[in-house]
T-cell receptor
Framework: EAGVTQSPTHLIKTRGQQATLRCSPISGHTSVYWYQQALGLGLQFLLWYDEGEERNRGNFPPRFSGRQFPNYSSELNVNALELEDSALYLC????????????FGQGTRLTVV | QKEVEQNSGPLSVPEGAIASLNCTYSDRGSQSFFWYRQYSGKSPELIMFIYSNGDKEDGRFTAQLNKASQYVSLLIRDSQPSDSATYLCAGPTTNTGNQFYFGTGTSLTVIP
């Protein structure tokens, strides 16, 4: 069974540009979480989608946005990139809201220059 | 108060010793907890989960859950240098629609 897949693995953008990151959850999983992890720091919660709806978002500016598609895959968009947006962006999926574990993708390393 | 809190460490133990990692949570309705291990530059991987009060053992790892005191812990016996990583506890919280919350992680170094 395929795990959580994220694309691209690496992404280099210039300050002010937009970045789009993609996540395909494990088959049958309806919940998708996005996290930002800057170098040496902990996971910072960005967004939670479940059944196609945004259920919660973390303390990030509106230029961080996303969506979940009918097939439960998800997209994270970051507009007007800033240097401090450089980080590992992790996606995790779970079967749904409830007492089930979440599984992570390998992450997208975003570098803003 | 954060949903899930951990001591950030860092924690250092000699090889062969027991490493003890602790986590507290705020939602009394939470029923299950998960421990993840994250090596530097890699994504977190699930290593243990626990649903019931008491202990759950899996090889060198033991998860402990105390719902009355609202804490969960992970013990690593016979610690190895390969156990050096950041350990995150996590669990869904019923008062937020069962969103999955992660602690900030505890950095563990096992010294050969």
């Amino acid at each position: 069974e395929a795990g959580v897949t994220q694309s691209p693995t690496h992404l280099i953008k210039t300050r002010g540009q937009q970045a789009t990151l993609r996540c395909s959850p494990i088959s049958g999983h309806t919940s998708v979480y996005w996290y930002q992890q800057a170098l040496g720091l902990g996971l910072q919660f960005l967004l939670w989608y479940d059944e196609g709806e945004e259920r919660n978002r973390g303390n990030f500016p509106p230029r961080f946005s996303g969506r979940q598609f009918p097939n439960y895959s998800s997209e994270l968009n970051v507009n007007a990139l800033e240097l401090e947006d450089s980080a590992l962006y992790l996606c995790a999926s779970s079967e749904g809201a409830g007492d089930t574990e979440a599984f992570f993708g390998q992450g997208t390393r975003l570098t803003v220059v | 108060q954060k949903e899930v809190e951990q001591n950030s460490g860092p924690l250092s133990v000699p090889e062969g010793a027991i490493a003890s990692l602790n986590c507290t949570y705020s939602d009394r309705g939470s029923q299950s907890f998960f421990w993840y291990r994250q090596y530097s530059g890699k994504s977190p991987e699930l290593i243990m989960f626990i649903y019931s009060n008491g202990d759950k053992e899996d090889g060198r790892f033991t998860a402990q859950l105390n719902k009355a005191s609202q804490y969960v812990s992970l013990l690593i016996r016979d610690s190895q240098p390969s156990d050096s990583a950041t350990y995150l506890c996590a669990g869904p919280t019923t008062n937020t629609g069962n969103q999955f919350y992660f602690g900030t992680g505890t950095s563990l170094t096992v010294i050969p």
